[in-house]
């Protein structure tokens, strides 16, 4: 096995995880800036709740498609020029979204959106764990964790301010143009970072040695784990890419026939991240809020604790990641979510209704506060950064692209079934109910792992036998 040498450049390997995050900088921007936005689209579009449900994850069913492209076209053109192609899609939606003119073109743009944030969501944290040294890899593919924070506290705090401005987010704000589109035209700032910075970091060498393209591998190798590490790592990667022929999606398939067993787990895990409920919080917390007595302007603040609260918490499972592994992380992070939620269906329960407005009484609704935010923590110690870290680096080098499509799709498309039924359920069945849903799928999600979830700290990806 091979670890970092003294010859190998962290600084390198520090400039490829800055600039490969970015990615899930944009992540994270692209899926929280429409939090403050909906009584802009009700009000321009005259959408319903279940037409703003529907609109609002409008991003979700682009996001499986573009996780599942992704995967594969990353096997055939490579990772860094297919998060190029994603930097260039948050450009053109971000634009886009915030000069719609009816609900259908603003669907259409978040779509397209969609897209470009599936893309980096699986292909950043691959990219990381394909050229980080094993016994960092943890560490370094969960700052993915933390720039999605980062980009969903950056979106939430650009709306607030921009809220604030205008007076509310149907102002207008500047050239005429109310703050909810600002809110959407922000988001093409860092998408053009992003564009331009992937110009300065190397293609994966695994994806370089699959291609035939040894002595570009060996060059990138050499910069990342020192001189002379090339020549044994190339021939690990050749034996482990098993025969030579290109990567297909056929080989998630077992000899035997079937998927393979170690494809269903990296579905399971990326499924359970969702129907915990987490995006409920970061898509709909504004509104969740208002509907349990806070002001827009306080929920919006609470959004933001949410989100600094959240980065602390990843900040923390970074330190923990390589030194106590992915299971124990996962194993607390689903007790720990199970409870906060339990304590919020009870808060829930206690809601009142006064002249057509719901509301928790004082002592309540500050309950509710600390055991939302407890629930955010637990995910961010857990389940948030460490799916990401295991689906980069828990499938063979062989089958990495294609299982990747497939659990990448299942994630969004699980993310789009949670969050355009909040709504609706929220209003017709009621929070209580819906929050115990996502309290058994807590629990259910320890058992998940208990079960199923193998450890990988330390190993080599070419030690990934599925």
């Not at 299971?327 to 269906?345: D, H």
């Amino acid at each position: 096995m091979i670890t970092q040498s003294r010859g190998g450049s962290p600084a390198y390997v520090g400039l490829i995880v800055a600039v490969a995050t970015i990615g899930g900088f944009m992540f994270g921007y692209d899926s929280g800036a429409i939090n403050g936005t909906q009584d802009g689209l009700r009000h321009a579009f005259g959408l319903s709740e279940a037409e703003l449900g529907l609109t609002v994850s409008a991003l979700l069913p682009g996001c499986a498609l573009g996780a599942f492209l992704a995967g594969r076209f990353a096997d055939h053109v490579g990772r860094r020029t297919v998060m190029m192609m994603a930097a260039g899609l948050f450009v053109v939606s971000a634009l886009a979204s915030g000069a719609a003119t009816s609900a259908l073109m603003l669907v259409a743009a978040r779509v397209f959106a969609g897209a470009a944030v599936g893309a980096a969501s699986v292909l950043s944290p691959a990219y990381i764990s394909e050229v980080a040294p094993a016994h960092i890899r943890g560490r370094l593919a969960s700052v993915q964790q933390v720039m999605i924070i980062s980009g969903l506290t950056g979106a939430f705090l650009a709306n607030y301010y921009l809220a604030a401005e205008a007076g509310s987010s149907l102002g207008d704000y500047a050239a005429g143009q109310p703050a909810w589109r600002w809110m959407f035209y922000l988001q093409a700032i860092p998408a053009l970072l992003f564009l331009v910075t992937l110009a300065f970091i190397p293609e994966s060498p695994r994806y370089l040695v699959a291609k035939g393209r040894r002595a570009a591998a060996s060059h990138v190798i050499e910069k990342i784990l020192g001189p002379g590490s090339a020549p044994s790592k190339v021939a690990e990667i050749e034996a482990s890419l098993a025969g030579g022929e290109a990567p297909r999606l056929a080989d998630i398939i077992a000899p035997g026939g079937g998927v393979r067993p170690i494809v269903w787990v990296g579905v399971g895990l990326a499924v359970f991240q969702q129907l915990v409920g987490i995006n409920v919080v970061f898509y709909y917390g504004a509104l969740l809020w208002q509907a349990v007595g806070f002001s827009e302007s306080d929920a919006l603040k609470i959004n933001i604790l949410n989100g600094v609260v959240s980065i602390l918490a990843c900040f923390v499972a970074i330190g923990l990641v390589d030194r106590i592994g992915r299971r124990p992380l996962l194993l607390s992070g689903s007790a720990g979510m199970t409870v906060s939620l339990a304590i919020l269906v009870w808060c829930f329960s206690q809601a009142m209704i006064t002249d057509g407005h719901v509301s928790l009484p004082e002592g309540v609704g500050r309950i509710a506060l600390v055991a939302a935010n407890a629930y955010v923590v637990f995910f961010n110690l857990s389940w948030g950064p460490i799916m990401w870290v295991l689906l980069g680096e828990m499938f063979p080098n062989r089958i990495r692209g294609s299982a990747l499509a497939v659990a990448g799709a299942a994630q969004w498309l699980a993310n789009f079934a949670v969050s355009a039924s909040f709504p609706w359920l929220a209003q017709n069945i009621g929070l209580p109910v819906t929050y115990g849903a996502y309290a058994i799928c807590a629990a259910l999600s320890l058992v998940f792992v208990q079960r199923a979830i193998q450890e990988t700290k330390g190993l080599e990806l070419e030690q990934m036998t599925g």
